[in-house]
């Protein structure tokens, strides 16, 4: 019969990707991929800070957390990620701010932890002559020293990475579309359609100008993210199975810098996919201080072509409700957030000046942003079959009903594991990775 995903954020995306993948072009079958937004990536997946880690994540998660972070690097190798989306090795940091403050002079020593042991700083430099990327303490100038700053490695570009998750998204509905993903937007699945056994044989389509349409299907993916719950809801109000994930507000920003405008290289390391540019990024994660009340994240990452940009986050506010539609979440932005973030980004990437005042701001606004992340209280994933007595009568035969959501901050890092392992449940496979304790129950 065929396949239908519902939501087409990167989780639904990389689903698609990897189940066209393993269809031979001669077994044709029916892939849908449903969204209700009339435009994508307008919530999580397209404004996202897009860090990739292998091994940051609990053993229930560690398995798919290896698998994704090797496919996304094979991915970029694969198909020039590096210029496409901006995939780069990223050195991570943490950043404490001493509340009484320490002199400039003690500062220094603690400097070099900025550099991995083994590497040189000659690796730090922009291209094409345009000079030392450097502050004189030796870190990175895209970041601003912090006066009674500690500074400390805690992870290399060996085990982080990071991307443009909105173009890396763009690849994939491309190289789905080329396989012959149908992709329906402005559409809601409002229920199923049943076959004389009361089994699944479709799935009962309204879109925005309210015509119906029926899709025909036997099997259906629920990757709707935050919205997953309602959309579970809607197509099974029989059901007494509740989907145990909730939304949570983040806000962000994306700057430009004077004194990030060229990619960092490590000219040691070889080039992703042979090219001649091997590019790193910068992460920086920081506890709460005389700065900032809460904990900001700070990403100096890259874009298409290697356009340099900073994206801070760390702002939260689970009060905020979910909206209807993921293009309405832009007209829930809140101002005082924004300059709070503004604030935060200024004081770890605008220009210095001496004192506990802030830094100066000189920093060009390229985005700002408010999306909802699907965080479930095990702070783990949903990821497998929902079983057949939780669909309120509804029978599935040789098809069935998958949940893929509640991904919480990893929705990026874990997405194309996450969509390898999905499509290969649909395909009847062995997953690539130990997803058991995911699932649904």
Known sequence: MGTVILGGGIIGLATAYYLSLAKPPTEFEPLHIVDSSPTLLTSASGLAGGF???????????????????????????????HRWGYAPSHVYSLSVDERGVSRAGKKEKADAWLQEGTSRAQLVQTEGKGVM????????VFTPQEGGTLETIASPDECAQIEPKELCEFLLEECKKYGVKVHLSTKAEGVETDNNGALKGLKLKSSDNNDHFLECDKVVVSAGAWTPRVFKSLFPKSATRIPVSPLAGYSLAVKSPRYTTPFVDAEKRQIGGGEDNWLCYAIYCAPGRHFAYAPEAYARLARNGETEIWVGGINDSTLPLPELAVSVKDMIDPESINDLRKTIVQLTGLAKEGDDLHHDD???VREGLCFRPVTHKGTPLIGKVPEKNLGSIKVGNGGVWIASGHGPWGISLSLGTGLVVSEMLLGKKPSADVRALGII
Do not use: I, Y
């Open 134 to 141: 450097l502050n004189d303490d030796g870190t990175p100038a």
């Open 363 to 365: 920093l060009e606004l």
């Open 52 to 82: 990739l880690a292998s091994n940051w994540f609990s053993p229930a998660v560690s398995s798919l957390g290896a698998l994704s972070f090797r496919l996304h690097r094979e991915l970029a190798e694969n198909h020039n990620g590096p």
